[in-house]
């Protein structure tokens, strides 16, 4: 206070800072629970929002791993989730039982016909035996040859009779001397390849033995041969390699024929591809496919190639198998 330019006095006021401070830390607090609660809040409503919309998911994922494992009649029973999961899911559903219906029919068809086929081919078996007791002894091979070929026949049927009541095969791997396959078979199709006067020549070092399905083999190698002789020229010869490599064992089937062109190889063992210069030519496409097939069941592959010289050389690569892993095999005395 001041009179006349003289101090005359002075007022000093003073307070505390405690109770702004405990307002601010309270403020603070309440702001900071309110915030972390509505964060736990948000994160808890995104949880039971993205549970909504996976869970239709995670049901159709084990439903499809279901499948996929055989178990055909996998099925999600309700239907929750967005509109656009339920829609899939009543998709799925549909999908699924069409191809449940489609497998079925697939599979009543190949019993049907494997077991309607076992009669006539044990009745032409029994014609064979009896046809066989009037003829001399010139035609002992070839009855025997008959006789192989209907047991193998046979054994072909009853396989698809297993597999489409099973669904699987009851075939074992045994031991296989390749070399004497490779000769069975050519000698199986002699007679049709003696029509077009082609010739086999079946070139090997020797026995390779090898631990495999002996049927699935000799199928794959029926239907390289069976591409060879259409495409064969008449009077051509058809080799027959059977070789060892390093780490697989090999058996190429060589032909005379076109060949196919460099872009038509990977395409040849498509199911139903036929070469277009060859659309004349009887067939349906799906022999190279179906050894395709079996090689990959076996573990091997296929493999297609134009030689120099012309013609088709497709072989057939199996995983090699030592001696005595081969006569270990259940059954290898019996085919070694």
């Given at each position: ?56 998911l ?10 996929e ?46 077991h ?39 054994r ?40 077009r ?28 041969i ?111």
């Amino acid at each position: 206070m001041f009179d006349d330019g003289s101090v005359i006095g002075a007022v000093r006021i003073s307070t505390s800072n405690e109770a702004p401070r405990r307002a601010i830390l309270t403020q603070w607090s309440v702001l900071v629970l309110v915030s972390g609660l509505t964060i736990v809040g948000l994160i808890w409503a995104v949880y039971r929002l993205a549970s909504w919309v996976l869970k239709p998911l995670h049901r159709l994922d084990s439903a499809m791993a279901a499948i996929e494992h055989g178990e055909m009649g996998a099925r999600i029973d309700d239907e929750t989730g967005p509109p656009e999961a339920r829609r899939m899911v009543r998709m799925f559903n549909q999908m699924a039982e069409e191809i449940e219906r489609v497998m079925t029919r697939q599979q009543e068809f190949v019993m049907n016909a494997s077991h309607e086929l076992r009669n006539p081919l044990g009745a032409l078996l029994m014609r064979v035996e009896y046809l066989a007791t009037g003829l001399d002894e010139g035609w002992i091979d070839d009855v025997e040859h008959a006789r192989d070929e209907g047991r193998r026949m046979t054994r072909i049927l009853d396989t698809l009779l297993n597999v489409a009541r099973d669904g699987k095969s009851d075939s074992s791997f045994v031991a296989v001397d390749l070399s004497e396959l490779a000769a069975d078979r050519a000698a199986g199709w002699h007679d049709r390849a003696a029509d077009r006067w082609v010739v086999f020549h079946t070139l090997t070092d020797g026995p390779v033995l090898n631990a495999t399905d002996r049927m699935a083999v000799e199928s794959a190698l029926d239907a390289i041969i069976d591409n060879a002789l259409k495409f064969a020229p008449r009077g051509s010869v058809i080799e027959l390699r059977v070789a060892e490599t390093e780490g697989s064992h090999v058996i190429s089937v060589r032909d005379r024929g076109r060949g196919l062109a460099a872009d038509q190889l990977e395409q040849a063992t498509e199911r139903f591809w036929r070469s277009p210069q060859d659309q004349n030519v009887p067939g349906s496409g799906l022999g190279l496919a179906i050894a395709s097939d079996l090689m990959e069941a076996l573990g091997g592959r296929i493999e297609l190639r134009s030689p120099d010289g012309g013609g088709l050389e497709v072989t057939l690569v199996l995983p090699a198998s030592t001696a005595a892993d081969a006569a270990a095999a259940p059954g290898g005395d019996a085919d070694a």
